[in-house]
């Protein structure tokens, strides 16, 4: 098999093209909506359209033809990332349309419709909020990511922004028929501590998520030069601010950005990869993959985080010290209870490994064995480019879920989650587990 034809198993990709942010997950006439940003004819960025897969389960995707294209005078220059409803009987999709007039400031980003009756094929209704219409001191060049929800038969709107003196920010609007929005508030009422807030979500759970540009070092534990914030808390809906309650990284790993969650469905998506990262898997002739889907819940205040696999036991046992197994593509579960010490080593072939290690009070995804790293792009440090670290609960139980796939793994800890793409040997397969605990049950799933 050449470079070429390598491809994830399970992960939502591009197929030959670019993919970036999910878009519009929705669970829709008994089948799970994804669109995404994709560019089906290049692997860099541009010309950015809708790609659309459906699934059954969540594991195994059919693609769709293409959903938005730019076409029109609103949109020509980009379909930007938005988001999907169920309203009146049809499925909706409101998205930001980008013009870029002459660079910089001077481009627009405005919020656009389209709509489907069968869920497959769209029509487009033009603009419904013009980055004109915004408040004083908001910048029409950075207005963008619409994520739509219905509260009490009402529409409402979270959209990022930005000031022109000032950083992101996250505005809400309201609207009673999908085509005329009154803008609200801003949820948090001043700058974020990122240059512009991207792709904020927010489900009446409690739950608020949103992608910070330009976000270093997170007290010690990430190195990204971009973050996901996830916060707990409650949105006054007359006044559109948002009272946090808690905040945490999304993710702690090395590639996850752009998160969406499904309407009508608490299930997370997000980008498996960062801007600013440099690209490795350009050369498969494809570039960009999403995450398996997630399970996400309040659970003592804290927002968890379970993936969501189709998948059957084929070896399941009791680790007294050591044990060694082989596969690259699958799911690893592991139940620990008062480890003292933990190295699970994956894809490992002669000196190639990829090693996820118990250190006191926190977790460490080690990839400087891993065979193709990311070089320093100038905007990471360098042990940012190979090192993760993710805090220890205090739990004598550790619950441990390794998603594997073609270039990919996602590590899940008591709800706490660590992303990485991977590029090592093709046939680089070797498990080894060295542990020490009062038990450790080891159990390895395939994909069905």
């Known amino acids: 098999m050449s470079d070429k034809d390598l491809r994830p198993l399970f992960h939502i990709t591009g197929g030959n093209g670019w993919i970036n942010d999910p878009n519009g997950l929705i669970y829709y006439r008994g089948r799970y909506h994804v ?106 060049c950075d207005f963008r990511d619409p994520k739509i929800f219905l509260h009490c038969g ?63 070092t997170e007290n010690g534990c990430m190195d990204d030069y971009h973050t996901v914030r996830m916060c707990t808390g409650t949105l006054d809906l007359m006044t559109g601010r948002f009272d946090a309650t808690g905040e945490a990284p999304c993710d702690y790993g090395f590639d996850f950005y752009a998160p969406q969650t499904f309407s009508g469905a608490n299930i997370l998506i997000g980008w498996m990869s960062m801007w600013s990262r440099s690209v490795l898997n350009e050369r498969y002739g494809f570039c960009g993959m999403l995450t398996v889907p997630r399970k996400i819940y309040i659970e003592n205040g804290s927002i968890l985080q379970e993936p969501i696999v189709s998948a059957v036991d084929v070896v399941r046992t009791e680790v007294k010290n050591s044990f060694t197994d082989r596969a690259k593509i699958g799911v690893i579960d592991i139940e620990l209870k008062n480890p003292e010490k933990f190295i699970l080593s994956l894809r490992k072939k002669e ?69 990485s793409t991977l590029f090592t040997d093709e046939d680089a397969d070797g498990i080894e587990l060295v542990v020490k605990a009062d038990s450790c049950i080891y159990t390895r799933s395939e994909i069905v």
Request: overall charge negative.
């Open 35 to 140: 669109f995404f940003q994709y560019n089906p004819n290049d692997i860099k960025w541009g010309n950015i359209c809708w790609g659309h897969v459906v699934s059954d389960d969540l594991t195994h995707w059919e693609k769709m033809p293409i959903a938005l294209v730019p076409d029109k005078d609103y949109d020509k220059d980009g379909c930007f990332s938005g988001s999907a409803i169920e309203w009146d009987n049809r499925l909706w999709l409101i998205y930001t349309g980008y013009t870029v007039n002459n660079g910089g400031q001077t481009s627009r980003q405005i919020q656009c419709l389209a709509s489907s009756a069968d869920g497959i094929s769209f029509e487009k209704h033009g603009v419904v909020i013009d980055s004109y219409g915004l408040p004083d001191g908001y910048m029409p």
């Open 154 to 216: 009402r529409l409402y709107c979270v959209i990022a922004a930005r000031k022109a003196d000032g950083r992101g920010h996250i505005l809400l609007y309201r609207s009673d028929d999908m085509f005329k929005w009154e803008f609200i508030g801003d949820l948090f009422g001043r700058d974020c501590d990122g240059l512009m807030i991207e792709c904020p979500d927010y489900r009446e759970e409690g739950i608020l998520l949103f992608s910070k540009l330009v976000q270093q």
């Open 351 to 419: 000196n190639i490994t990829t090693d996820f290690i118990l250190d006191g009070s926190e977790w460490i995804l080690d990839k400087r064995r891993s065979g193709e790293v990311f070089p320093d792009n100038g905007k990471e440090t360098d042990s940012g480019a190979v090192v993760r670290r993710m805090p220890s609960d205090s739990s004598e139980n550790k619950r441990i879920a390794v998603v594997m796939d073609e270039f990919s793994i996602e590590i899940f800890v008591n709800g706490k989650s660590l992303t």
